[in-house]
């Protein structure tokens, strides 16, 4: 005989996945933010690198977003003193320059995918995202 119980258990819903976004053009930032949380991703964006670095208390990220092309220190030059905080957050490179020497730098620094900028409003970068953050949980 199966039991049911008379009272309601509220379960929670699952947390939300962080996205920190960085990229020193506003317009990019605010297309990624819309995208992104209309896909269910709660987001926090940065202007630069150095202000990501210097945002002190946050929490920690489920996965970045990181330009290539910034003025202060470069999306691979970030992801690199990333990695020393937080080995284990993925990280994926958005740019506009397709470049080989580009893929390689940014895997040696420890990128786990690098989109094109044409493609970033495509699926693509939400399916890299959900992948970097699945492949994280799964560890």
Known sequence: ???IS???ERLSPPAKSTVFVVDDDAAVLGSLRFLLETE????RTFRSATALLNAGDMPSADCYVIDYKMPDINGIQ????LRKFDRDVPVILITGYPDKNISTRAAAAGVKDVVLKPLLLDEN???????AVQDRRGR
Request: aromatic letters at 4%; proline letters at 0%.
């Open 1 to 3: 005989m199966i039991e």
């Open 40 to 43: 269910g991703f709660a987001v």
């Open 6 to 8: 008379s009272h309601n």
């Open 78 to 81: 970030l992801a690199g003193r």
């Open 125 to 131: 970068l939400v399916k890299c995202i959900r992948r």
